[in-house]
C-alpha cells in the first residue's frame, strides 16, 4: 500500500529504534551533528560538529551508534564480522520537505579520504532499501525515498580525489565533498548532490 510521503515519515518515527539509534536535536529549524575522528595515526580523536539549517520535518540517525564502547549489529540475525552490512555510515537524516522525503546519508572524516569510502556509503543506502523493503514486507507500507550521499573531510588538499569541478570524488561521482568549514551553517535543502538515488 503506498502511503503519502507525511504518513510514510510517520511510519519511520514509529518504526526505527530511536531511543538505541536517534539524535535528539534541540531546534525544529536546525540539525547539529557531532561525530569524533581519529585524525593521523595515533593521534587523539578530534570531534567535528556542523549544524545545518532545516525546514519541513527532521529524523536524525546515527547509524555507527556505540553501546560500551561498540557498534550493535544492524541486523541482529545476521553475523556482523567483515561483512558487507556491517559498513556504515556515520549520520542518516531523514528530511519530509515539501511533500517529499529526502535522505542524506553523511560520513565524518579527518584529514583522510580513505580508498574504501564508497563501499561504507554505498552500505548505507543499502541499509535504507533493507529498511524500506522491511517495512514494505510487514506492513505493506512504502513511499519514494531519495537518497544522497556526502563525505566531509577537513583534508588539507582534496583536489587530487575530487572531480574536475571539485564537488565529487573521483572513486565514485554520487558522493559529494564538503570540508567542514564549508559545509557548517548550510541549508539541509542546499546540500549539492544531483546523484540520487530513488528507492520507490
Not at 48 to 64: A, C, N, R
Not at 142 to 148: C, K, M
Request: proline fraction near 4%.
Amino acid at each position: 500500500m503506498a502511503l503519502n510521503t507525511q504518513g510514510y515519515f510517520n511510519c519511520l518515527k514509529s518504526y526505527l529504534n530511536t531511543n538505541h539509534y536517534g539524535e535528539p536535536q534541540a531546534s525544529s529549524s536546525e540539525v547539529v551533528l557531532k561525530e569524533k575522528v581519529f585524525g593521523q595515526s595515533g593521534s587523539k580523536p578530534i570531534e567535528y560538529k556542523v549544524s545545518l539549517q532545516t525546514t519541513g520535518e527532521t529524523l536524525v540517525i546515527k547509524l555507527d551508534a556505540k553501546k560500551n564502547g561498540s557498534s550493535l549489529p544492524l541486523f541482529h540475525f545476521l553475523d556482523d564480522t567483515a561483512k558487507p552490512w556491517s559498513k556504515r555510515c556515520d549520520f542518516v537524516v531523514f528530511n519530509l520537505r515539501k511533500n517529499k522525503l529526502h535522505v542524506y546519508c553523511l560520513e565524518f572524516k579527518s584529514e583522510s579520504i580513505p580508498h574504501d569510502l564508497p563501499d561504507q556509503l554505498k552500505a548505507s543506502v543499502d541499509w535504507l532499501k533493507a529498511l524500506h523493503a522491511t517495512i514494505n514486507a510487514y506492513t505493506s507500507k512504502r513511499s519514494t525515498i531519495h537518497a544522497t550521499k556526502y563525505v566531509l573531510s577537513n583534508h588539507p588538499d582534496p583536489t587530487p580525489y575530487l572531480d574536475a569541478d571539485g564537488k565529487y570524488l573521483q572513486r565514485d561521482h554520487t558522493i559529494g565533498h564538503y570540508r567542514y568549514a564549508e559545509f557548517n551553517g548550510l541549508a539541509l535543502a542546499d546540500l549539492d548532490n544531483s546523484n540520487i538515488e530513488v528507492i520507490r
